[in-house]
C-alpha cells in the first residue's frame, strides 16, 4: 500500500519521529511542496494521502483512481471537497487537539507583549536609544496592567477555554461570547456587551458564513476605546483594511494576528503597511512547538491506522 505527503516542509519532520508513520503503510512518497498542477499526478497511484494545505477538489480527486483515504495534517478540511470525497467514498480523517498547548501559549504571549510592548521596547534598545537615555529606563510605549481588566473570548472550544484560564491567572475577568449559532448558554454575554466591556479580544472560532469578517468596521466602531484584539483563529475572521484603519486612528490599542486571509501574504497585504502602529504579525506558527507537531503526526499514523483497521473487518462487497 503506498501513501504520498504532498506538503511535508510544513511539518519540519526531520525534527520529529517519524518511524511509526513510515511503519504505518509499505512505501511513502514525500513531497516538500506541492502545486495545484502537480497534485494528480502525485497521487495517482496512491492510496493514502497525507495533506495539510494541498488543496483536493472534485476534479483531482476523480482522477484518483486508487485513493482509499485523506489524511488532512490539520484540524480544518477546508482545503478538501467535503462533498465530492463522501460521492467517491474516500474518508477524510483530521487531527483535532493537537495544539491544546502551544496555541494558548502563543495567544497569551501576543496579549503580553501587546499590554506591555516590549517589542517596541526591544527595537529601541537594539537602535541605541537606551544607551543614548538621559534616565535608567525607556517609558516612550504606555504599558497596561492587565490584572483588572477584561477579557473576551469568542469562541469557547478547548482553546478558547484554556486561554480564559490564563486570563483568569493574570486577574482578568472573563466574558464569554453567545454562540453565532444562536444557541443560548448561561455564562456566555451578548457580543454586543463583550465588545463595550472587554479590553482584551480573543478570537478562537471557526471560519464560517456566520463568522467571516465578524471583525468589520461596525464591530471595531463598536468596541471599547483602545482595545486590544489578538486572532490566533483564522485569517478571514478579519477585514482585514478595516483592521489597519482602526489601528491607524487610535480607535483600536493594539493586534496581535497569527494568521491572515492569504498565506503567505502578498507584499501588497493591507496589514504589512510599517506606518500601522502596535500590530504584531506572526507567520501562523501558534501551533508549531516540537511536541505540538509531533503530536499532530501521531494523530494523522492513528488515523491511518484505525482505518486500516476498520477495512480489515469489513466483509467484503458481494
Known amino acids: 500500500m503506498r501513501g504520498v ?58 482522477q484518483a483512481q486508487q485513493l482509499k483515504l485523506i489524511c488532512v495534517c490539520a484540524t480544518g478540511t477546508n482545503n478538501i471537497d467535503l462533498e465530492a470525497a463522501l460521492e467517491f467514498g474516500i474518508p477524510v480523517r483530521n487531527v483535532q487537539g493537537y495544539a491544546g498547548a502551544s496555541v494558548p501559549q502563543h495567544t497569551l504571549a501576543l496579549i503580553l507583549a501587546l499590554a506591555s510592548r516590549w517589542h517596541l521596547y526591544h527595537q529601541e534598545v537594539m537602535a541605541g536609544q537606551w544607551s543614548q537615555s538621559d534616565v535608567f529606563c525607556l517609558l516612550d510605549h504606555p504599558v497596561v496592567e492587565l490584572s483588572g481588566k477584561t477579557l473576551g473570548i469568542i469562541g469557547y472550544g478547548e482553546l478558547g477555554r484554556k486561554v480564559a484560564r490564563l486570563g483568569e491567572a493574570l486577574e482578568m475577568r472573563v466574558l464569554i461570547a453567545e454562540s453565532s449559532s444562536g444557541k443560548k448558554q448561561g455564562n456566555r454575554v451578548p457580543l454586543a456587551q463583550l465588545q463595550a466591556e472587554s479590553d482584551v479580544i480573543s478570537l478562537h472560532c471557526p471560519l464560517t458564513e456566520q463568522t467571516k469578517k465578524l471583525i468589520d468596521r461596525n464591530f471595531l466602531a463598536a468596541v471599547k ?3 486590544l484584539i489578538v486572532n490566533t483563529a483564522r485569517g478571514g475572521l478579519v477585514d482585514e483594511d478595516a483592521l489597519a484603519e482602526s489601528l491607524r486612528s487610535g480607535k483600536l490599542g493594539g493586534a496581535a494576528l497569527d494568521v491572515l486571509s492569504e498565506e503567505p501574504p502578498p507584499a501588497s497585504h493591507p496589514l504589512l503597511n510599517k506606518d500601522i502602529p502596535n500590530l504584531i504579525i506572526t507567520p501562523h506558527n501558534a501551533w508549531i512547538s516540537r511536541e505540538s507537531r509531533q503530536r499532530l503526526l501521531d494523530g494523522v499514523v492513528e488515523n491511518i491506522r484505525s482505518w486500516k483497521q476498520e477495512t480489515s473487518h469489513r466483509s467484503p462487497k458481494k
Request: no cysteine; aromatic share 4%.
Open 5 to 62: 505527503f504532498l506538503d511535508a516542509l510544513t511539518m519540519k519532520l526531520e525534527e520529529l519521529d517519524t518511524s511509526a508513520l513510515h511503519n504505518s503503510l509499505d512505501h511513502w512518497d514525500f513531497h516538500d511542496t506541492t502545486s495545484s498542477a502537480q497534485t494528480a499526478e502525485r497521487i495517482a497511484d496512491a492510496q493514502v494521502v497525507i495533506t495539510n494545505k494541498v488543496v483536493l477538489n472534485r476534479e483531482i480527486l476523480a
Open 225 to 227: 476605546p483602545g482595545a
